[in-house]
T-cell receptor, first 110, second 115 residues
């Protein structure tokens, strides 16, 4: 799977949009971009995933650049409960496992 | 509907003892995964089951680790002769199918402490 690069940590003000970047410059054509988050002492929670097109669900939006070498996860109105470690993962269509890196620790502040 | 459940939530064992961890996947999910997460670190893939196919055991760290799954239901992860370095949170996940286009849903994990 392609390696991903994320900032170690980010802060966001409550109620504002949180924009979490991810670089995956070696991504190949059949690799999906996944985002998960892990709140302290809980199992990872699925957020969203996409292949080429931008995606939106009730939790977030995923913006993938046209060359697919980077993406941004957007939490439109961050709340204190969104404080977590956010993982960007690139996963091949045929791969069995999810390769989690260090992620970005997002802290939402009042 | 019900998510992935795991038991026990916490397990403390003495070095050298065997432990068995249980995972109940989401009903109808054919793929099941086990991961390990050491304190402050990312997830390590351990093993993957897909339907009746032979499991992918490529992530098991040693022959002390084994896992079974009956059909498309419960799975158990067994660690024999536990060592202190086995202390970690063991996470189970399931998905509709094993392909990369399907998201995995994780359970709350079992925190194993080997003393």
């Amino acid at each position: 799977d392609a390696k991903t690069t994320q900032p170690t940590s980010m802060d966001c003000a409550e109620g504002r949009a949180a924009n979490l970047p991810c670089n995956h410059s070696t991504i190949s054509g059949n690799e999906y971009v996944y985002w998960y988050r892990q709140i302290h002492s809980q199992g990872p929670q699925y957020i969203i995933h996409g292949l080429k097109n931008n995606e939106t669900n009730e939790m977030a939006s995923l913006i993938i650049t046209e060359d697919r070498k980077s993406s941004t996860l957007i939490l439109p109105h961050a709340t204190l409960r969104d404080t977590a470690v956010y993982y960007c993962i690139v996963r091949d269509y045929n791969n069995n496992d999810m390769r989690f890196g260090a992620g970005t620790r997002l802290t939402v502040k009042p | 509907g019900a998510g992935v459940s795991q038991s026990p939530s916490n397990k403390v064992t003495e070095k050298g003892k065997d432990v068995e961890l249980r995972c109940d996947p989401i009903s109808g999910h054919t793929a099941l995964y086990w991961y390990r997460q050491r304190l402050g670190q990312g997830l390590e893939f351990l093993i993957y089951f897909q339907g009746n196919s032979a499991p992918d055991k490529s992530g098991l760290p040693s022959d002390r680790f084994s896992a079974e799954r009956t059909g498309e239901s419960v799975s158990t992860l067994t660690i024999q002769r536990t060592q202190q370095e086995d202390s970690a949170v063991y996470l189970c996940a399931s998905s509709r199918e094993g392909r990369g286009s399907y998201e995995q849903y994780f359970g709350p994990g079992t925190r194993l402490t080997v003393t």
